[in-house]
């Protein structure tokens, strides 16, 4: 089969950082799916996994990366029970089996979700990563019921992103929340207008003041880029027994200085539930089911902007290119090599 990887962890720039290459079909186990992919889009996570040497391939070998995917499963392990072959789904796989930048990819059922019918499989796959790490965000780290945060506000930081997207929809739509959503530039604060944000302020100015205009003081704070900058002003902000949740990897963040308002404190990582096989890790397959039917019901938009074409090594860079660039509005998704 046909599949993109690269041989050693290093800049996008470099003649080889991503390859097409033949590769073996893969096998499957005894709740795995073979899943045709037909469409596919590029996360923050790609990048880190190309650039970190750690992470990257062994010597000799060609690494497949690509956390995002929909398309038709074809075969299915012995014990499925969820899926059967003709089926059209999406997922975001799992940090440590080789990803969805190929024709057929391997995923175990338990985090799989039906493809919403009112999208293609290009646009079905700009939501799994995304929805998953919001949907968690309000519901595992907030521990939010639906319907119960009408009067209460969130922040959410960098918020036109792909998660910021679909966070502000699952915060407004789901839970009632007020939502303040920090954008910079006329795209992005249009962008997160879109998706429904109550208010929307600038991240390059003071976050303290533009919120105390707006007579608002949040008890939850979303921060997915940028935490490091924003932390003090996150802290002075949000409210006593607030939380705050964060995806981003900050060097150094005062945590003492949450203490005297005694905040909860979580840090989302939409992996660990695959990664550690925890009990509840079908809570994935529940939760894109859920969302497909949402987006299904109009409740719920697409977050993707742009279709990068037909999967390719060229395009595949392009995307890491866009993707490095820091300027990426909602999701760049690309269409299967079929």
């Known amino acids: 089969m046909k599949a993109i990887g690269y041989k050693k962890a290093g800049a996008i720039t470099a003649p080889d950082a991503l390859i097409e290459f033949e590769a073996a079909k893969p096998e499957l186990g005894e709740l795995d799916l073979l899943v045709e992919v037909k469409g596919v889009s590029v996360n923050p996570v790609d990048v880190k996994v190309r650039t970190r040497p750690h992470m990257g391939p062994e010597e000799g070998q060609i690494k497949v990366i690509g956390w995002d995917a929909a398309g038709i499963v074809r075969e299915v392990g012995s014990g499925v029970s969820k899926y059967?072959?003709?089926?059209?789904?999406?997922?975001?796989?799992?940090?440590?089996?080789?990803?969805?930048?190929?024709?057929?990819?391997?995923?175990?059922?338990?985090?799989?979700?039906?493809?919403?019918?009112?999208?293609?499989?290009?646009?079905?796959?700009?939501?799994?990563?995304?929805?998953?790490?919001?949907?968690?965000?309000?519901?595992?780290?907030?521990?939010?019921?639906?319907?119960?945060?009408?009067?209460?506000?969130?922040?959410?930081?960098?918020?036109?992103?792909?998660?910021?997207?679909?966070?502000?929809?699952?915060?407004?739509?789901?839970?009632?929340?007020?939502?303040?959503?920090?954008?910079?530039?006329?795209?992005?604060?249009?962008?997160?207008?879109?998706?429904?944000?109550?208010?929307?302020?600038?991240?390059?100015?003071?976050?303290?003041?533009?919120?105390?205009?707006?007579?608002?003081?949040?008890?939850?704070?979303?921060?997915?880029?940028?935490?490091?900058?924003?932390?003090?002003?996150?802290?002075?902000?949000?409210?006593?027994r607030g939380h705050i949740a964060?995806?981003?990897?900050?060097?150094?963040?005062d945590i003492a200085s949450i203490k005297p308002k005694a905040l909860s404190f979580s840090w989302e990582f939409m992996f660990a539930r695959s990664l550690f096989k925890t009990e509840d890790m079908d809570a994935q397959y529940e939760l894109l089911n859920r969302v497909s039917e949402l987006i299904d019901k109009g409740i719920l938009i697409s977050t993707v902007?742009?279709?990068l074409g037909i999967m390719s090594a060229e395009t595949m860079i392009e995307a890491h290119v866009q993707q490095e660039s820091g300027r990426v509005i909602g999701k760049n998704v690309l269409n299967g090599f079929c």
Request: charged share 25%.
């Open 305 to 307: 902007t742009n279709n």
């Open 246 to 253: 964060l995806i981003d990897d900050p060097e150094t963040l």
């Open 84 to 240: 059967k072959p003709g089926d059209e789904v999406f997922y975001a796989g799992e940090l440590t089996r080789p990803g969805s930048n190929a024709h057929f990819q391997a995923v175990d059922e338990r985090i799989v979700g039906k493809k919403p019918k009112s999208l293609d499989f290009a646009e079905a796959a700009g939501l799994p990563l995304t929805s998953i790490t919001a949907w968690e965000i309000l519901f595992d780290c907030f521990a939010l019921k639906e319907g119960e945060g009408k009067e209460e506000s969130i922040l959410i930081v960098g918020a036109a992103g792909g998660v910021g997207s679909i966070l502000i929809q699952l915060a407004k739509n789901l839970t009632g929340l007020t939502v303040v959503a920090t954008a910079s530039r006329p795209e992005t604060i249009e962008w997160v207008k879109k998706m429904g944000a109550d208010h929307v302020i600038n991240h390059r100015e003071s976050l303290v003041d533009q919120v105390r205009e707006l007579g608002l003081r949040p008890k939850y704070v979303a921060s997915l880029n940028g935490t490091e900058q924003h932390f003090s002003a996150i802290v002075e902000l949000i409210q006593p």
